[in-house]
């Protein structure tokens, strides 16, 4: 089980958007061990994700994100993700929305992809407060991906084609909420990620139910539950 580096670029993008310059870029994302529940837990990450280890079959990931609303100096983004596992750890889809905080109390909110370490790219495509975004990877071969992301309220739409020679391998997705920095509050009560699901070639499907879960876990205390119901995918803030 490996679920790491695609989130050293995701902060990477949202350190930049934040202060020009990247931070703690070689910090390791590996998830401590699970637990008798099935759960695993990361100091960053809180995720729905399934994986596979007999041959490639998921090229098509897609979510819907309702806005996000991040309080404090604390960003975080959501993202919907085709690999990046044991398989293919320096591979991955990815696309999502992020949204922080300035420090003159204005938020800010992007819709970003990238394959790898090739990226992040933004999208063309508005974001505000009030939209519900809904984003979807393919991998069309496993060099070549399209990459849409639409705004639900607005219409607007973008398809983007990229190609890599990081090859996927289609054998694991991820839906969830990555925090800008390691141990910052949890910036949200509750993200709610709707239509969570995945295809493959020979008609395999995943929804979010029965995923395996990741939290998120701050001086041995759990600060995020995952809860998968359908297709929709439930992270909220704990409180102690
Ligand atoms: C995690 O599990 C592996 C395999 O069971 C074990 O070798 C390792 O020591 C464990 N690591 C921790 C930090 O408990
Ligand atoms: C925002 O505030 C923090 C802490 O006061 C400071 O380190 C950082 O440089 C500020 N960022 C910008 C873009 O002014
Ligand atoms: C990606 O590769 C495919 C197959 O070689 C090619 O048809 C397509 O034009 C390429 N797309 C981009 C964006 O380079
Ligand atoms: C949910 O996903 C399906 C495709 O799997 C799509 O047809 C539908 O429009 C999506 N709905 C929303 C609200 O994103
Ligand atoms: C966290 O919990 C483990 C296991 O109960 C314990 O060994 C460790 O000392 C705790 N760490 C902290 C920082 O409290």
């Known amino acids: 089980m ?7 670029s995701i902060f990477s993008f949202v350190s930049t958007v934040l202060s020009g310059h990247l931070r703690e870029k070689d910090r390791s994302w590996f998830p401590t061990n699970g637990t008798s529940d099935g759960v695993q837990y990361n100091d960053q990450i809180a995720c729905a994700f399934w994986e596979r280890t007999d041959g490639p079959s998921i090229t098509f990931a897609t979510a819907t ?10 960003g975080y983004a959501v993202w919907v993700r085709i690999d990046n596992n044991e398989m293919c750890p320096d591979s991955w889809l990815i696309a999502g929305i992020v949204a922080f905080v300035t420090n003159n109390s204005e938020t ?9 370490k ?3 790219y933004y999208s063309d495509v508005t974001v505000t407060p ?3 975004i809904r984003a979807g990877v393919t991998a069309l071969s496993p060099t070549s991906s399209a990459i849409m992301i639409k705004n ?14 990081r090859s996927l391998c289609g054998q694991g997705v991820s839906w969830g909420v990555f925090l800008d920095h390691v141990d910052d509050p949890i910036p949200f009560d509750t993200v709610t990620i709707t239509n969570a699901s995945a295809y493959g070639p020979l008609g395999s499907t995943y929804k979010a139910e029965g995923a395996n879960k990741m939290e998120i876990k701050q001086d041995n205390k759990t600060v995020t539950s995952v809860e998968t119901e359908g297709s929709t995918i439930t992270i909220r ?3 102690e």
Do not use: C
Request: aromatic content about 16%.
């Open 152 to 165: 639900l309220n607005s219409g607007q739409v973008n398809i983007h084609y990229l190609n890599s020679t």
């Open 118 to 120: 090739e990226g992040p």
């Open 130 to 132: 009030k939209d519900v």
């Open 237 to 239: 803030h704990v409180y």
């Open 108 to 116: 800010i909110y992007k819709a970003w992809y990238e394959w790898g």
């Open 2 to 8: 490996r679920l790491n580096s695609a989130f050293v």
């Open 65 to 74: 994100f309702n806005a996000l609303a991040p309080s404090g100096q604390h």
